[in-house]
Structure formats: structure tokens, C-alpha cells
């Protein structure tokens, strides 16, 4: 029993290193950037790399929508563009309670796959976290996705927060500079 506990032990250090390092990484790219959108579309890159996803997508708040704005990965083609409403579930949730929300297999609901182009486009997990703008208003969501059902890890969460509020700081730069 003690060594299958010491090797459960090894095994989230190292995982929550590569999670760390793969944030630090990601972190020296987006403050590089000083193109809105490219920001975006790094993110939506790095994002599925960093916690083994299959897709990601992010939703920007534009008046009562979230606006697809960009999407890279697995069911993802027809997403960049669609909006849904701010109040509707999952991302909206995400947008009105500034938290995390994680599903391990939303895309079991009809009802969320019909919200949820990139759900409707095959993956099952959801993973989604507040993207905040100025004075920790809120800007949107930043989600991934898994294509099978999947438990989400709190270090996935708050590693998925942790590259979040990279990307708002990485935005707000890139709209400066612009």
C-alpha cells in the first residue's frame, strides 16, 4: 500500500512540474505578442497542449453574447463566429458566476450540445474559466474540451485559471499597443 501511495505521490509532482512549466512557456509566448488576435488564437493552441485536451475555445463577451472568436482542435471548424447567449448554460454559467465550471461528459446533454457547437462537434468533457477584463469585469471564457468523458483534475483547473489570467493581462497589452 505504500508504495502504490508513493508512486500515486511521484506521479501528481510530476505532473503538476510539467503543468508549471508548460504555463511558465506559454506565459513568455502570449507576453510577446501584441496582436489581439493573435493572442487569441495562441491560446486556443497552447490550451489543449497544456492539459492533454482535445479542443479549445474562446468565447469573448460582446453586449448579452459570447462570441466564438477563436477554436483550434477536435470538432472545431464551424465554431469561430457562433454566438450564444451570456445567460445561457455552461459558458454562460461560467460568465455569470466568474468561476470554474467542469463537466466530465456534457456532451451526454442534447441540451448542451445544441448550445455548444464544439460539443455538438464530438467531444464530452468541458472545462471552462472566466476570461476577466478591466477591473476584474468579465471578458469571456476560455474552455477546453476532451473528446472522451473526463474527470477533471483541480491542478487541470487551476492550471486552465493560471493561463487564463495570462491571456487577459497578454490582451489587455496587445489592446494597448494597438
Known sequence: FLVLRGSELYEAERSARALAQQLTRTGRLLTTELDPEAVLDEVVEQAPELLNADAAAMRILEGSELVVTAAAGRGTH??????????????????????????????????????????????AGYLGVPLAGTEGSPRGVLAVYSAQPRLWREEEIDALLALAASTSAALANAELYQ
Do not use: F, K, M, Y
Not at 461528459?105 to 455538438?120: C, F, K, T, V, Y
Open 78 to 123: 464551424a465554431a469561430v463566429g457562433t454566438r450564444s447567449p451570456a445567460g445561457a448554460w455552461l459558458s454562460g454559467d461560467v460568465v455569470q458566476s466568474c468561476s470554474p465550471v467542469a463537466l466530465d461528459n456534457a456532451g451526454a446533454d442534447s441540451r448542451l450540445r445544441a448550445l455548444d457547437p464544439i460539443l455538438a462537434g464530438g467531444n
